[in-house]
């Protein structure tokens, strides 16, 4: 069965970094671009990053870019959300998630999400 | 504000139709496949629609979805308790070169 099991979350004063992963078992990861979404408290679906199956192509939404960096261990099946200088409205559930291998902006398969929470 | 907009709210009885839209761009709707997801609150959201009106498996066939020019729809027919959920659209924006979501409907089920 396919599964996304997201850690690292917690809480992180603002300015500093946590690095969150998300471990992929009952499908190879190496041929699916994988995704980070995040939803604040009250707040919709926030697209963060796309990464492609071979790591090679990187996409961020405005607010990760120069912040947030996201890859990939294919060989481990881990993806991995490395978030610096965080800011309180970082604080939100982050979801990974799997693309169609047909259809790479398309996310088929989530996790249930890790929360991460920036307060001093 | 969102690049891809949704009503936030929709409403309809047990057995009833409804249909949320969504509305945005040349860059985004008018040129690449919307998707649809369900989420409720606590778990991992769900694909309903890809590909503007394809199902996955598993999804029934109470779910359809539609594509005009640069607005979307997901239409759900014979409505239960269950389907009270949020309901979002997405597409890829090839200005933004990001992936656009809508703010999200929240269907209540009266």
């Known amino acids: 069965q396919v599964h996304l099991v997201e850690s690292g979350g917690g809480v992180a004063q603002p300015g500093r970094s946590l690095r969150l992963s998300c471990v992929a078992s009952?499908?190879?990861?190496?041929?699916?671009?994988m995704h980070w979404v995040r939803q604040a408290p009250g707040k919709g679906l926030e697209w963060v990053a796309l990464?492609?199956?071979?790591?090679?192509?990187?996409y961020y939404a405005d607010f990760a870019k120069g912040r947030f960096t996201i890859s990939r261990d294919n060989p481990k099946n881990t993806l991995d959300l490395q978030m610096n200088s965080l800011r309180g409205e970082d604080t939100a559930v982050y979801y990974c998630?799997?693309?169609?291998?047909?259809?790479?902006?398309?996310?088929?398969?989530w996790g249930k999400g890790t929360t991460v929470t920036v307060s001093s | 504000q969102s690049v891809v907009t949704q009503p936030p709210s929709a409403s309809g009885t047990p057995g009833q139709g409804v249909t949320i839209s969504c509305s945005g761009s040349s860059s985004n709707l008018g040129t690449n496949s919307v998707h649809w997801y369900q989420h409720l609150p606590g778990t991992a959201p769900k694909l309903l629609i890809h590909g503007d009106n394809q199902r996955p498996s598993g999804v029934p066939d109470r779910f359809s979805g539609s594509k005009s020019g640069t607005s979307a729809s997901l239409a759900i027919s014979g409505l239960r308790s269950e389907d009270e959920a949020d309901y979002y659209c997405a597409s890829w924006d090839d200005s933004l070169r990001v992936v656009v979501l809508g703010g999200g409907t929240k269907l209540t089920v009266l």
């Open positions: 990464i492609s199956y071979d790591g090679a192509n990187k």
């Open positions: 009952g499908f190879t990861l190496r041929s699916h671009a």
């Open positions: 998630a799997r693309a169609l291998k047909e259809h790479t902006k398309t996310m088929d398969v």
